[in-house]
């Protein structure tokens, strides 16, 4: 069984018929698409079933050869960094579909078909075990969400989609250089054999820098994080999503799967550089968020923030190992990175939903415009403060999970980056608590508030999982760490052994 | 050198030239006796001749190892083999898109089928030359040809000025091409390249390297690399489309090989000098031809910058100063005419009579007008930008890859920020097409059920060989070694 390379390509293929169905079947392509989206989902599942959590190797793998002359391979595989991601991706292009059944007036077939060929590159992403292959997906991807955000997207849609686009293909275009230079030196394009590659220190650094600009940008840190405010706004419903839900995760994903293991050398030099601009984007963005008027906005800083958790999370290993002198607990930071990943994904994936669901019915973003929304809406109001607590780190909900992980591995590092870091269980907690009670709590503010009617069963649906996957993790995140476990305890080997010749 | 019999042996590598004169002058006689009336034959005529003549290459011209034939002054081998192949591909399909354009605006003459013909024949002596003086045949013949095809719509004002500038500089650059080689010849004593090959060495003499500074200067000037790319937007923009598409394909192949011939081969001796002098020329082309195309509100003058940009990634693959490099630069120049054929198409159906659909506001919401012309081009502009999955990138990667291979840093770095700097404007076109509102006014595009399905194999292709890219890698490197 292909297990993974029907995960691919079943969505791919999915979005093509949809193509071909086009506009006029419409309603066809509404099920095929929503079929499909299942499908993926479901076949997705024998993934954790048959997952060994025994070994850090790659399971599921497949190897078939692409290009002989590069020695580069249709390699895929997946192990505890990439399983979560993957079922991630699979689940959250459920709701996306779901949320847009009748909302999306123009060319609605292009928009399914978009999105289930998303999907399957996404899932591409996380399977390659071949840098080449990993990097024909990654850039791929960009085809996809340039078209969902310049043909769906708000007003600004122009501007927001090719900023969105050249910050991304700058950042990447010095990966690939990377890559290629690690290829002429290793022989093969596997990722594993990049890993066991022996770097010097200045090769490293120059290497490093090159997947910062890539990751960096996906992620995205401070300073080249501007690019997500205008791409969140103006995207659609499910563009945002995405956006937040899986492709933020790939540069988290890429730092754990390329920088750490590849060049341990270089990211023990340049942690601190890494550690700085995470907390500057769990404080600085924190405090930009809260003065934010427009709510997609708001959660974009929001998710910045949040993702300054993970890059903290991923790099903090070093100076736990410096501060303690051993390897013990040195995995926690990256244990709290992944499950910060995956609850971020559900919990923004949640709240850019819950903002769907208000704009579809009153056509505006800005705060300013609601006011006690809980009285027209008391279901809604329900699963949106559930998810803004969540967002806050409440305990009980997937979001304090990861975030208390990170807090307490930059505790075992360094007092001064736990309290920077833990800072943002107040800050988080203003701007998320504040956001709900200018839109959900108090009076009715105004005529159109007042004309708002509860969800229907279509958003009670989708809303209703993600607050069952968020609350499950939440209380029960045992199985996601013990799938994790074997790869973070591998990684963390990897990343302090020095690869210097 | 002995004197060779002329028999069929010694003659058969050569099939493709000597069917291509016969097939022009037999179309040249069927045009005057067809007439006014029947201006459609001609074209069909051509188009059978076209895939008589690839069909004629296939069972006659292919050599199992490198020959030389006409006293060392011509070469058959499987680069020759394959570029001519693809030479007769490019031109029919070109020949194709350029039909109903040319039926409209009543310059659908059987001399125009000729030019083209003449034009392709040098193209095939150029391929095959061994010899200076047989390059230099080659490069007249074409160059000449094309010059009658630029100012082929004698009442247009502006394809004749542009074929005036285009002749001028033209003729520059033969001077140079010309005094180049005649300096190489008085110092070495020779013409042919093979023997060039084993007389210029490195160090070479000061009268040896001014010769090849003129040669390197007259490539320049023939791929369109700055600052030698004056002619190069004028002419893209000032000729009828049809002669666009056409200057900017096939001709591409000859000076490949114009490249590929001379320098690496027989003066393969100084490729030392020439890779540094081609290496600025890069540089300089990726920036002007990338930074300039930004500004432009012309089309068919941005995709003439795209194409000195495009040229400047083909200069680096020469610059890496290997077989690998060359491979890389051979595979970057088919792939960069694919994309050409299939981005002058769409401009070629996109325009209509007093409509030119040059300018970039015509693309305008080209989406609602016509889907499958803005899918069409939407491909071919993301395959330049280079993004995976489309075989642009492939090309690519090629170059940085070769130019890792031989430690050139910086030029990576260049190439990488310039391509994301490109990206830019095909973006734009991208926008155009599909983020604005059509206008109204636009007449619609031609409506031609074949063409559409060539354009449409084309821009297929552009993917198909990005998922699946060995086959075409392994092709171009087995033709270089």
């Known amino acids: 069984m292909h297990l993974l390379s029907i995960l691919i390509w079943l969505p791919i293929a999915a979005g093509v018929v949809i193509l071909l169905l086009g506009e006029p079947r419409i309603a066809t392509a509404r099920w095929v698409a929503l079929l499909a989206s299942l499908a993926t989902f479901l076949i997705s599942l024998p993934l954790i079933a048959r997952f060994n959590t025994g070994t850090a190797a790659m399971q599921f793998v497949e190897q078939l050869p692409w290009i002989a002359r590069f020695h580069a391979s249709y390699a895929l595989g997946v192990d505890g960094i990439s399983l979560p991601l993957v079922v991630l991706t699979a689940f959250v292009t459920i709701p996306v579909i779901i949320a847009a059944w009748t909302v999306i007036e123009a060319r609605p077939a292009q928009y399914f078909a978009a999105f289930l060929i998303m999907e399957g590159l996404m899932i591409g992403v996380f399977c390659a075990t071949d840098a080449l292959l990993f990097y024909f997906f990654w850039e791929a991807m960009l085809i996809p969400m340039f078209l969902i955000i310049g043909i769906w997207g708000g007003p600004r849609r122009v501007y927001a989609t090719i900023k969105f686009f050249l910050y991304t293909f700058l950042g990447s275009v010095f990966m690939l250089a990377a890559l290629i230079y690690m290829y002429v030196k290793a022989g093969d394009y596997s990722i594993a054999s990049f890993q066991a590659l022996p770097l010097t220190l200045v090769e490293q650094r120059w290497i490093f820098i090159a997947f910062l600009l890539a990751f960096a940008v996906k992620v995205p840190m401070w300073p080249v994080h501007t690019w997500l405010p205008d791409a969140h706004v103006e995207a659609p419903t499910g563009g945002s999503v995405i956006l937040a839900a899986i492709m933020l995760k790939m540069g988290g994903y890429g730092f754990l799967r390329f920088s750490l293991p590849i060049l341990p050398d270089a990211s023990r030099e340049l942690d601190l550089l890494l550690i700085a601009l995470s907390l500057i984007a769990v404080v600085y963005i924190g405090f930009v968020a809260l003065v934010q008027q427009d709510m997609k906005k708001l959660i974009a800083y929001s998710s910045i923030a949040h993702m300054g958790f993970v890059t903290l999370g991923a790099f903090i290993v070093y100076q736990i190992v410096r501060s303690t002198g051993g390897l013990q607990g040195a995995g926690m930071g990256m244990d709290g990175a992944m499950v910060q990943m995956i609850s971020h994904g559900l919990i923004s994936g949640a709240l850019f939903l819950c903002v769907g669901v208000l704009y579809d019915r009153m056509h505006s973003r800005q705060i300013a415009d609601y006011g006690g929304v809980i009285n027209t809406m008391p279901i809604f109001a329900a699963f949106m403060v559930l998810f803004a607590l969540a967002n806050t780190g409440l305990p009980g909900t997937s979001g304090f999970v990861g975030e208390f992980l990170v807090i307490l591995a930059s505790f075992k590092a360094n007092f001064w980056y736990s309290l920077l870091a833990a800072t943002t269980l107040i800050w988080g907690a203003c701007y998320t608590l504040w956001l709900i009670k200018r839109v959900v709590f108090g009076p009715v503010a105004n005529a159109r508030v007042a004309a708002l009617t509860d969800v229907n069963g279509r958003e009670f649906l989708v809303l209703g999982a993600l607050a069952v996957v968020v609350l499950l993790i939440g209380v029960w995140p045992a199985p996601l760490l013990k799938i994790m476990q074997p790869t973070i305890h591998h990684l963390v080997d990897q990343a302090v052994a020095s690869k210097i010749p | ?481």
């Open chain 2, 1 to 481: 050198m002995p004197d060779t019999p002329m028999t069929w042996q010694s003659l058969a590598p050569a099939i493709p030239e000597i069917y291509l004169v016969v097939a022009v002058c037999v179309i040249l006689m069927a045009d005057v006796f067809a007439g006014q009336t029947r201006r459609g034959l001609t074209g069909t005529l051509t188009l059978l001749a076209l895939a008589g003549g690839a069909a004629v290459t296939v069972l006659f011209a292919h050599v199992p190892q490198r020959t030389i034939l006409f006293d060392g002054s011509y070469v058959a081998d499987d680069l020759g083999f394959v570029l001519k192949l693809a030479g007769f591909l490019i031109v029919a399909v070109g020949l194709l898109y350029s039909r109903d354009y040319l039926e409209e605006r009543g310059i659908l003459r059987g001399e125009y089928y000729v030019l083209t013909l003449t034009a392709l024949l040098g193209i095939f002596v150029l391929v095959s030359a061994n010899s200076l003086l047989t390059v230099y045949l080659g490069v007249e013949l074409l160059a000449l040809s094309v010059y009658a095809m630029v100012a082929f719509d004698r009442d247009s004002g502006i394809s004749a000025e542009s074929a005036m500038k285009y002749f001028v500089l033209g003729a520059i650059a033969s001077g140079a091409l010309l005094y180049g080689m005649s300096m190489i010849y008085g110092l070495s004593g020779t013409l042919s390249l093979d023997e060039l090959a084993t007389h210029v060495h490195d160090p070479s003499s000061l009268g040896i390297l001014m010769g090849l500074v003129f040669i390197v200067v007259a490539v320049a000037f023939k791929l369109g690399a700055v600052p030698f790319h004056m002619w190069l937007p004028d002419v893209y923009q000032g000729a009828p489309t049809s002669v666009t598409l056409f200057i900017g394909t096939a001709p591409k192949i000859a000076y490949f090989a114009l490249a590929l011939r001379l320098l690496t081969h027989g003066l393969g001796g100084t490729v030392v000098e020439w890779s540094q002098m081609l290496a600025v020329l890069a540089v300089l082309t990726l920036v002007v031809g990338n930074v300039v195309a930004i500004v432009q509100s012309n089309l068919k003058r941005m995709l003439a910058y795209s194409t000195i940009a495009n040229v400047g990634f083909i200069l680096l693959g020469f610059v890496a100063g290997t077989p690998e490099g060359y491979s890389a630069a051979l595979y970057y120049t088919l792939v960069y005419i694919l994309v050409a054929l299939g981005s002058f198409g769409v401009i070629l159906l996109a325009s209509r009579k007093g409509f030119e659909a040059d300018l970039l506001d015509h693309y305008k919401g080209l989406y609602k007008r016509d889907p499958l012309l803005a899918l069409v081009m939407m491909l071919m502009m993301f395959s330049t930008a280079g993004v995976p999955p489309f075989v642009g990138f492939w090309a690519k990667l090629r170059i940085f890859q070769v130019l890792w291979e031989t430690h050139h840093f910086w030029l990576v770095v260049i190439s990488a920020a310039m391509s994301v700097v490109g990206a830019f404007y095909y973006l734009r076109i991208i926008k155009l097409m599909y983020f604005d509102a059509p206008p109204e006014h636009y007449p619609p595009p031609i409506h031609s059920a074949g063409v559409r399905m060539a354009l449409g194999i084309n821009a297929a292709a552009l993917l198909v060989l990005g998922v699946l890219p060995a086959p075409l890698l392994d092709l171009c490197a087995r033709l270089i070694r």
